[in-house]
């Protein structure tokens, strides 16, 4: 149990750190969003934000991590799941995690009642969670602080896992984030309509799944091409999932 609550508040303090999918992964996340919010909705959206779009507000909640008043939302970006048990059965961060706080923010935009600060911040949180709980080291397993505590090299730069798919992969291709958005490409409706059918509990158990493949590593833990080229299409298709499925939730409840 001691070593338990160790790790577990290691895991506070490193995950606080931590950036997810960097500024350009989280801009192609809002840009993609925005692309699919009806027109009712973008109205609601662009008039709440101040005429800011869903890419300019998407690194908000990483900006504010320089902000003492917001030190409470450092766990939000996160969860822990140990191999073979489900969110129900893990033990709760008594300070939130990303799986509860997307629920949160989802239900108390539904029920209205919000002054306009309050609906900002709200639905600031929640465009950079769902990004969030896309990258499959934000649920991590509470060995790593979720690859945190990997070293590796990425082309000879000293790194670790975390920021390899924060930012490492998607930096290394010199592209804008608008770029990025462009070679996504565009799902089939139905594919649309199927991502947008699940729930945050089914994004995050999604990145659980990808864990082997997230930590199948070189023995000498030397990154480069033969990593990114066997990743980033993974990369790709949890940007465009982020950005899909923001974009049903915001129609649910603005739309």
Known sequence: MK???SVFFLCLYVAGQAFAWGQNGHRAVGLVAQQHLSKKANKKVMQLLDENTLAEVSVWMDDIKSDHAYDHTHDWHWVTIQDGATYEQSEKNPNGD??????????VLKAG???????QEYLKYLIHLVGDVHQPLHVGTGDDTGGNAVKVQWFYQPSNLHRVWDS????SKSLSFTEIVRFLG??????????QASSVRDWANESMSYRPQVYNLPEDKKLSYRYAYDNYNL???????AGIRLAGLL???YG
């Not at 009642?113 to 609906?119: A, D, G, P, R, T």
């Not at 565009?186 to 991502?195: H, N, S, Y």
């Open 3 to 5: 070593k338990l609550a």
């Open 186 to 195: 565009e799902p089939k409706k139905e594919q649309i309509k199927q991502w």
């Open 251 to 253: 129609n649910e409840i």
């Open 98 to 107: 990303i799986i509860g706080k997307i629920e949160e923010a989802t239900k």
């Open 235 to 241: 990369v790709e298709q949890r940007l465009l999932q």
């Open 113 to 119: 009642n919000l002054s306009k600060e309050q609906e």
């Open 168 to 171: 490492d992969m998607i930096d």
